[in-house]
């Protein structure tokens, strides 16, 4: 029974290990292949470099410090946001996906709109919008 125990143990290790260097490959092999860089910035470029998403985690972010605008509906237009934000997703490569997550906030930090907390919560709303779209990754690292 011991050894059952162990044989267990070290299968679950072995998988765990397996999904996590496979994961690294994915996300290094995007910032370390020039022609991979380019057919996302590509990708991205004809996904209006995902200005949809770029709207819904500015709208995220905003939510930490205000209540919903006076939008007739906030709620309905909050889903259309993410409901179109996970198409331009959709369209890219998985491997594209979080190279224009980044990019997405990267072009929100340039407007210098948010700040402090407001930027912490869209960074972290970012990281986690695959899963949202119920996409590959589940989740992108955005903050460095």
Do not use: F
């Not at 072009?107 to 972290?124: A, H, L, V």
């Amino acid at each position: 029974m011991a050894k059952l125990t162990i044989l267990v143990a070290a299968l679950v290790a072995l998988l765990a290990l397996a999904h996590a260097t496979s994961t690294t490959i994915t996300n290094t092999e995007v910032e370390d292949n020039p022609r991979q860089q380019q057919r996302c910035r590509q990708q991205i470029q004809r996904q209006q470099n995902l200005r949809d998403c770029q709207r819904y985690l500015q709208q995220q972010g905003k939510e930490y410090n205000d209540a919903m605008s006076n939008d007739q509906n906030p709620q309905q237009q909050q889903q259309q946001q993410l409901r179109q934000c996970c198409q331009q997703l959709k369209n890219l490569d998985e491997q594209c996906r979080c190279e224009g997550l980044k990019e997405a906030v990267r072009r929100q930090k340039e407007q210098g709109k948010m700040q402090g907390e407001e930027m912490r919560k869209m960074m972290q709303q970012a990281e986690n919008l695959p899963s949202r779209c119920n996409l590959s990754p589940q989740q992108c690292q955005i903050s460095k």
